[in-house]
Every structure is written in structure tokens, then in C-alpha cells.
């Protein structure tokens, strides 16, 4: 069936350090790969996403990688700041097809001062 | 440009109880997606909704309902509430079936006591 396992569940860097969240699916159709933040009590918002005709995407300190062969992609934040500190998901989706995102347990990064 | 509305922000509900949420798209979305983010859990696809069309649903019982408006609106309508119903309910829109990135509402948080 369709899943998406994420790791770690907790992160904890010191500010300036970089931080890097796995996550690996299980269905091979997969093409679409969007990563959220989620702040306590907000809404989960859309940071970076990559599609599986590209290896690699960056945007300022973050980046994200896909490895369509091992079926797993990662999240890369460098020069870590505390107010990167929230729960990280990361999802997949069979683009425009079924519509649904299937999601990650969640990563909560600490981000210490 | 206004996000991704939803109402309310919270409720309180007894089990056995009917309760309806609400989502309002981006302007120019069509396509309108509910998620349940249960306590310390990832986001689980519940339905998606399309043109006013139901375009796929997730593992769930037939309790939980929807439909979506001429104005690409929606409410998820849920049946004889139970315990285990009590989590955060996402909503997010997409420009429909060609367009992959979802963009999430704040959210209702829904208590079954």
C-alpha cells in the first residue's frame, strides 16, 4: 500500500548547524514531493517541493534531494536558526491522479540557541 | 491575496453528535482536499473534491461526508461522532487537477467528549 516513513521523529541542532530529515515511499508512481512546516497551533505550510524529473532543488538555506531509484528523498536546512524550530512533514502524491497527499509521521526540530 | 479559510476554529461535540466544518479555497481553486491531523499523528487524506465533484476518498467510514459548493466551497459533515473523531481537520486547495501544490487552511479542532 501506499507510505511514506519519515526520520527522525525528534531532531535537535544547535543554531548554525544543518539539519537533514529522510523520508522514503513505497509507491513507484510517485512523482510529486512537497515538504511542510507546521508551528504549534498553525497551519502547515508549503516550504519546498520537488517533482521526479528534477534530482535536486534549493531555495536559499533549504534544499531538497530525490533519489527516484531508492525511493527516498531528503530535506536540507542549513545555517539553522531558532525559528526553524517546528514539526516538519514530508509527503508524496501521484500528481493529479489521486490527489491525495500521503504524509510523514512528522519530524519535530529544536532548534537551540 | 486571502489564504485558505475554514470555520470553525473549534468545537465541542458529544459522541453521537453530527458536526459540519467549513473550508473556503484560494480564490481562482478549485480543487478543495480535507485532511485529520489526530494529537501528535501525521495528516490522513480523508476527501477530495473537484469542480463539485467527489474525485477520491481515503480510508475512512462512510460517516464522514462532504461536498463542495458552485463556489468551490466546502463542508465535511461528520456522522454519529465517536472518541477517537477528536483532531485537528486541514483543508487545503489546489488549482485542481493540474495543480499539484496544496495550500492549507488553519484548520478546526474538533473535541468528542
Known amino acids: 500500500g501506499e507510505n511514506v516513513e519519515q526520520h527522525p521523529s525528534t531532531l535537535s541542532v544547535q543554531e548554525g548547524d544543518s539539519a537533514v530529515i529522510k523520508c522514503t515511499y513505497s509507491d513507484s508512481a510517485s512523482n510529486y514531493f512537497p515538504w511542510y512546516k507546521q508551528e504549534l497551533g498553525k497551519r502547515p505550510q508549503l516550504i519546498i517541493d520537488i517533482r521526479s524529473n528534477v534530482g535536486e532543488k534549493k531555495d536559499q538555506r533549504i534544499a531538497v534531494t530525490l533519489n527516484k531509484t531508492a525511493k527516498h528523498f531528503s530535506l536540507h536546512i542549513t545555517e539553522t536558526q531558532p525559528e526553524d524550530s517546528a514539526v516538519y512533514f514530508c509527503a508524496a502524491s501521484i500528481k493529479s491522479n489521486t490527489g491525495k497527499l500521503i504524509f510523514g509521521q512528522g519530524t519535530t526540530l529544536q532548534v537551540k540557541p | 491575496e486571502a489564504g485558505v479559510t475554514q470555520s470553525p476554529t473549534h468545537l465541542i461535540k458529544t459522541r453521537g453528535q453530527q458536526v459540519t466544518l467549513r473550508c473556503s479555497p484560494i480564490?481562482?481553486?478549485?480543487?478543495v482536499y480535507w485532511y485529520q491531523q489526530a494529537l501528535g499523528l501525521g495528516l490522513q487524506f480523508l476527501l477530495w473534491?473537484?469542480?463539485?465533484?467527489?474525485?477520491n476518498r481515503g480510508n475512512f467510514p462512510p460517516r464522514f461526508s462532504g461536498r463542495q459548493f458552485p463556489n468551490y466551497s466546502s463542508e465535511l459533515n461528520v456522522n454519529a461522532l465517536e472518541l477517537e473523531d477528536s483532531a485537528l481537520y486541514l483543508c487545503?486547495?489546489?488549482?485542481?487537477?493540474?495543480?499539484?501544490?496544496?495550500?492549507f487552511g488553519p484548520g478546526t479542532r474538533l473535541t468528542v467528549t
Open positions: 487545503a486547495s489546489s488549482q485542481g487537477l493540474a495543480g499539484a501544490e496544496q495550500y
Open positions: 480564490s481562482g481553486h478549485t480543487s
Open positions: 473534491y473537484d469542480e463539485g465533484e467527489e474525485r
